[in-house]
């Protein structure tokens, strides 16, 4: 069956493997497979591929049951499932597939598609090992050593197992293995004696990899420069020292590249070439690069200016723990400075700077920690955040300590805040102090001053307080100030005084204009109003004559419309909008006429004590022949 594939006529064999492999044959199967997935004489066709490795891992091929594993962590020609993928790697392990042993331990090691589990991981890595997989024995070597997973390994590990295992990995071509077993035979530790000779050898190989450079270690071909720089284990020589200085930062070498950048700019002057290497640092995710390619970017120095990829320098720097780093990625993703606005994610950097002390953005995460708005509401950290930004100089923070002080009943402390807060030209500070003044005149004047910053809640206030004295159109003066700084508060008051003729004449398209500029602004009262008008008036503020109309008949104005802004004002739970809207689908009025979302709006006022809607509730329920749920109500 299978002597087509000795003679290298691929259709031939072809025919043959499909013939084989529908049969049920598994290594048949398997090999079409690896053929549909390379294209080896075939289409490629990875999806088809993944078919016949499912046929032959389900009758026990190991080999596939690790390939269609592969293909569904990589989600090659099937949709990514890390969490069946495992599943088939344990199947192929359980076999002996030492791949298999070693990619599941990857798994548990990172918690990908298996809850992490360190201990599985290791005793796969180790099982991996005793079967010469040099992989494993390279990252059992470093757990061995402490270079990962803390107390992963009882009592630290054992610095002799993890020169054996690097050994072993090292003289198997593992050029990563090579490099760390030259550390550590430079260093000595624990029943392993220094042999720098040795170490130099092995940190040669690991630096110049194997044939064709592959897997060369650019931290290899630092560390060898800097042997030949400082006569380290050979002899002095400068040369060589540079030329495995470039090799490594060719190679990647971050500390290399820095080196480079920081030699071009600060010795040499040259901005440019300086830039190209802060670059290849940050591309090796280099911290301070990143934040420096971040500036570059920002400041178009020594080439192109990209808000964009200032972002993405800076988020990167931020994700490796860099404080200005974080703040500044807050920042773009708080205003849209090459990224897209999200306060959420602008929120996570602000975060994590504020965990470093950083005052800014520890403001920044009080003021989210206390709305709840975008985090969990907790108002005792957010306290203590309040606090530390206040002594970093963050007037903001100043007036919400004295906020809280106000809360707790401790107006002492309140003014102390709000007067450091007013002292820094703040109109908020100057606002709070009015707000907690009793003496009418002094009161005044920190209005006054309040104003003059165009704090527009203390003109809504001025406006309030020429209300109570009888002066309306002061008031109105105050709110048409207040609401051209953008105050919903004014926007309805005045609303309100041309709907009612209070310091001005009475003009129902003002009114409306007003209320809808309010209820745009997410004021329920105003989406309310703004939908009465509507009902009464429609759209044009214009009253329609009530001569004829019969009793339960529809208002003649905009009742769709009306509709629509109750609704909105009834999902605020807006009271006076839910009996409204109510009614709107008991009569039908721009809408439907329905009983079921009736009995709903209602409902909703009903259970807030409104003794109309507690009746219509009941009298819905009679009209539908429920008189046992129109007695309840």
């Known amino acids: 069956m299978f002597a087509h594939f000795l003679l290298g006529d691929l259709q031939e064999s072809l025919v043959a493997l499909k013939r084989a492999a529908g049969a049920g044959h598994p290594r048949a199967q398997y090999s079409l497979a690896c053929r549909l997935s390379a294209g080896n004489g075939v289409r490629r066709d990875s999806a ?104 992963a390994i009882p009592a630290g590990g054992s610095f002799i197992k993890a020169v054996s295992l690097y050994t072993e990995a090292a003289h198997a071509g593992h050029t990563g293995a090579q490099y760390h077993l030259a550390l550590r035979l430079f260093e000595g530790a624990k029943g392993v004696d220094p042999d720098p000779m040795t170490a130099i050898s092995w940190l040669k190989r690991a630096a110049e990899g194997r044939e064709g450079g592959l897997g060369a270690v650019p931290a290899a071909a630092y560390r060898l420069a800097k042997c030949y720089e400082d006569g380290d284990g050979v002899e002095k020589d400068q040369l060589r020292a540079r030329h495995w200085y470039t090799a490594s930062a060719e190679m990647g070498d971050v500390t290399a590249q820095v080196d480079m950048a920081k030699y071009y700019e600060e010795t040499i002057g040259d901005s440019k070439r300086s830039r190209f290497w802060w670059k290849r640092a940050a591309d090796q995710g280099h911290t301070e690069a990143l934040f420096m390619m971040g500036l570059h970017y920002d400041a178009g120095q020594g080439g192109e200016r990209d808000a964009k990829k200032a972002a993405e320098s800076y988020i990167k720097a931020a994700g490796k723990g860099h404080i200005e780093s974080q703040r500044r990625a807050g920042m773009c993703y708080e205003n849209g400075l090459g990224v897209e606005k999200s306060v959420k994610k602008s929120l996570v950097w602000y975060q994590r700077a504020a965990d470093q002390s950083d005052p800014h953005s520890q403001f920044k995460v009080a003021v989210a920690l206390e709305s709840g708005e975008h985090l969990p509401q907790d108002n005792k950290r957010a306290l203590f955040l309040y606090g530390a930004a206040a002594e970093g100089g963050i007037v903001g923070a100043c007036l919400a300590v004295a906020r809280f002080h106000f809360v707790a009943e401790d107006e002492e402390k309140a003014r102390e805040w709000l007067e450091k807060a007013a002292k820094q030209g703040s109109g908020e500070g100057y606002f709070g102090l009015a707000m907690i003044e009793e003496d009418k005149e002094v009161k005044s004047k920190h209005l006054e001053m309040a104003v003059e910053t165009g704090h527009v809640g203390a003109m809504v206030v001025c406006g309030d307080m020429a209300t109570e004295k009888g002066d309306h159109k002061g008031a109105v003066y ?71 109309r019969q009793p339960g008949s529809a208002p003649k104005g905009d009742m769709r419309g009306a509709v629509r802004w109750y609704l909105r004002a009834a999902e605020l739970d807006h009271i006076g909008a839910c009996v409204n809207l109510g009614r709107c689908y008991a009569l039908g009025h721009g809408v439907s006429k329905s009983m079921k979302p009736a009995i709903r709006w209602y409902t909703r006022a009903a259970v807030s004590g409104h003794v109309g809607a507690q009746f219509n509730v009941g009298l819905c329920y009679d009209i539908l022949g429920d008189p046992t749920q129109a007695a309840r109500w």
């Not at 298999?100 to 548990?108: E, H, Q, S, T």
């Not at 309100?496 to 809808?516: F, P, R, S, T, W």
Request: hydrophobic residues 40%; proline residues 2%; contains cysteine.
């Open 48 to 151: 088809a591929a993944v078919g016949w490795l499912r046929r032959a891992a389900v009758q026990g091929d190991a080999d596939a049951q690790f390939n269609l594993a592969c293909a569904l962590i990589g989600g090659k020609g099937v949709k990514a499932d890390a969490k069946i993928a495992c599943k088939w790697f344990r199947k192929a392990a359980d076999q002996g597939h030492v791949k298999a042993a070693y990619n599941l331990a990857v798994c548990y090691e990172r918690g990908l598609g298996v809850p992490r589990m360190i201990p599985k991981a290791l005793e796969l890595y180790d099982l991996a090992c005793t079967k010469g997989h040099s992989k494993a024995q390279y990252t059992l070597a470093l757990y061995h050593d402490g270079r990962l997973g803390e107390d």
């Open 478 to 548: 105050w709110f048409e100030k207040a609401a051209l700084a953008g105050s919903s508060d004014a926007h309805f008051n005045l609303g309100v005084c041309y709907e009612n003729g209070i310091g001005v004449d009475i003009d129902e398209k003002k009114a409306m204009g007003h209320y809808l500029k309010a209820a745009r602004m997410g004021d329920p009262d105003a989406m309310y109003n703004y939908a009465r008008c509507l009902q009464d008036n429609g759209k044009d503020g214009t009253k329609e004559k009530d001569i004829g």
